[in-house]
Nanobody, 122 residues
Framework: VQLAESGGGLVQAGGSLRLSCAVSGGGFSSYDMAWFRQAPGKEREFVAY??????SRDYADSVKGRFTIDNGKNSLYLQMNSLEPEDTAVYYC??????????????????WGQGTQVTVSS
């Protein structure tokens, strides 16, 4: 399974970006998926989660109400609105084959993309 993010870039505070994650190699419809991010000098952190069925979603408190996670055919998306300089980070998509456990923990994920840079200027 391979994951490839796209859609990152430079945006002014208050702006929007839509990240995409293309999943290849099969099995996407059975994977829980998530977005994580890592800011310079910080640990990678959970951003958003969607269950394989799409019936369950969750967000970090810092992005709740501003970001929306969604999935399509072999793709994962993250719509980011009202961006803040604190959102500057490399964003990673991740997938896991087995549900259960703490979906906010990166150790629970089997597949990772290479990341896409998001920079928000003030």
């Amino acid at each position: 399974v391979q994951l490839a993010e796209s859609g990152g870039g430079l945006v002014q505070a208050g702006g929007s970006l839509r990240l995409s994650c293309a999943v290849s190699g099969g099995g996407f419809s059975s994977y829980d998926m998530a977005w994580f991010r890592q800011a310079p000098g910080k640990e990678r952190e959970f951003v958003a989660y969607i269950s394989w069925s799409g019936g369950s979603r969750d967000y970090a408190d810092s992005v709740k109400g501003r970001f929306t996670i969604d999935n399509g055919k072999n793709s994962l998306y993250l719509q980011m609105n009202s961006l803040e300089p604190e959102d500057t980070a490399v964003y990673y998509c991740a997938g896991r084959q087995l549900s259960g456990g703490d979906y906010r923990s990166e150790s629970r994920y089997d597949f990772w993309g290479q990341g896409t840079q998001v920079t928000v200027s003030s």
